[in-house]
């Protein structure tokens, strides 16, 4: 198809006349239509979806769909809102709207990772149509990937979920498309790898003609907490039924010390995963009950440990946290316990231990396994009488206590091993809680990565507009093996390292991390650097770097020379170079000219 020319300045009533097309990229020189050939088009996602009517399944692309009745979705809306009242109803049906939408971002990447990026984006409005949900036309369109900026405006017309709010429950005040808004909230922020807002501004459960919503960075809204109300699953299950949001728990108040570390172990979520391990939480925090936490390391077992305390009837009374492998053997069953003066040599003074000083409220004990059979035998002997002696000491000191512990190894194996004592074992067993891996809940990623980017820009005292698109992919297909907690670090690093005002990249959060996935050249025989798989120039560049290393590479002057060899060897034909680039020919020019210009 012959490129059309590209306006430098395109208007509202263009763009609806040509709804079915998009803007490559928003308010710079860069307009462009994206109609040449942009995928993923609408037949191709249309493609995606197909019935297997012999075996009772329905597919988009390799996710199993259902094709239900909207009265029944209605009905199902209706018992919610009866049942837990409005603003709980609303909660629930925004994060599953998330996950829904969240799932075709991921589907979308997956299938066309080399997919025209205005394209991408009107994806998941063209999926949400196909799936009967809502018509959606953009109204403006906005978004510069390497700022890491949103700004669209859309109108959607015969929302279903209007149709069922309206015959229910007739006009109102508040907008009623509640898990269409998470929807477009889950895949735009998926998509983005930063949170992205929408939000209802006019809706026909209100009155309106058609549906109005406007879709912003976090930043650019200011206050969103209202939004993460109903979209983080923690805020709205310490609620009682009925419950208007405001009547929630006051989120901590911005100070010093106190608050960072509270807002350090804050859980972060609204995966299936995520949310299952948050309602097992909240049922068992009501209670004094044992909790074992079970998963890798590094998956935020301390942090579900404190919200299990702050939730608890124990929240005012202290919560005290030990990790038995950080102390050495010697000094853990003081350290647990305490000592009586005397006791040996160098106690000089008598020192209540962990157990005593969290009377009242919970102790965490991290890694139990590798506690001692001194300790264990003492450890079970609290759980079960509620009393300790001191080391050295005789005295027998009542506690309270509200045992969590956390393992990262097999502690039944470690029972029949014989290193674990099975009745203590059984005892700390009560409530078993297994938390996934990150691998295992990837919708999460990107609001991790939000939340973590907000925290560590303000700890450090940055300014950093976002992440790249590639950096996003990159962290979507990255296998964490470290978790969370490896999330954290190596955006806490990026932070550090990228340049203020600019969004972060994959070279600033991966240094060494092996980005397997995206391993796209290898030698061949003759010594050449061949494409092996497609992921194109950026995955390229981005495995020379971390096997090289960055210092050995002068990446802008690679690129352009990649660029440059790749045109020449397709006799200046930019489509042919750009298919051998596994770049569309839009991509390439905008390279071309970047090098140009630089
Ligand atoms: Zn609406």
Redesign the pocket.
Known sequence: MKPQPAPSKISLAELSRHSDTMLRKGDSDHFNWASDGSVPTLAQLTEALFFSPGDGRIWLNDQRMLLVHSAAMGHLRRELIDTLGMARARGLLTRAGYVSGARDAQLVRQRWPEGDAAAVFMAGARLHALEGVVKVTPVSFSFDIDRGTYDGEFI?EH?S??DEHISAYGLGAD???WSQVGYATGYVTTLFGQQVIFR?LD???MGASA?RVVGRNAAAWGDISEDLRYLEAHDFRAMAPGAEPAAAAPPPALGPAGSATQDRHEVVGASPAFVSACHLLDRVARTSATVLFSGESGVGKEAFARRLHRISPRAERPFVALNCAAIPEGLLESELFGVEKGAYTGAHASREGRFERAHGGTLFLDEVGTLSAVAQAKLLRVLQEGELERVGGSRLIQVDVRVAAATNVDLRAEVQAGRFRADLFYRLNVFPLHLPPLRERREDIPLLMSHFLRRESQRHGREVSGFSARAVRAALHYDWPGNIRELLNLIERAVINVEDGMAIDVHHMFRGEPLARQAVLAVSSDGELAREADPGVDNLLQHLQSTLGAAALDLPALEARLLAEAVQAHDGNLSAAARALGLSRAQLAYRLERHVAG
């Open positions: 959607w929302s979920e209007d907008p009623a498309c209802e809706c026909r459960a549906c």
